[in-house]
Nanobody, 114 residues
């Protein structure tokens, strides 16, 4: 299984970014595809989760600003991030949870700065 994350970059405060994570070589049934982030000096944290059934869960810090979605045909999960703040600066990772195992992407850097 490979996860390819993309879409990170430098954005000004108040700006938007859309992250993508394409999964390939999936074996087994998908239970969830989630986004996490890790800021410098901090632990990795869950940003948004999307279950196979379509349930979503967001970190309090991003509620109302981020939307997780999925294109099942493309095995791709997205994270639309709006009203970005400097505190959103981090490496963002996608993760795929299946009934066989858990898989992580390589991360994409998001920097929010003026």
């Amino acid at each position: 299984v490979q996860l390819q994350a993309s879409g990170g970059g430098l954005v000004q405060p108040g700006g938007s970014l859309k992250l993508s994570c394409a999964a390939s070589g999936i074996i087994g049934s998908i239970n969830a595809m989630n986004w996490y982030r890790q800021a410098p000096g901090k632990q990795r944290e869950l940003v948004a989760a999307l279950t196979l059934g379509g349930r979503t869960n967001y970190a309090d810090s991003v509620k109302g600003r981020c939307t997780i979605s999925r294109d099942n045909a493309k095995n791709t999960v997205y994270l639309q991030m709006n009203s970005l703040e400097p505190e959103d600066t981090a490496v963002y990772y996608c993760a795929l949870f299946t009934d066989i195992g858990d898989y992580w992407g390589q991360g994409t850097l998001v920097t929010v700065s003026s």
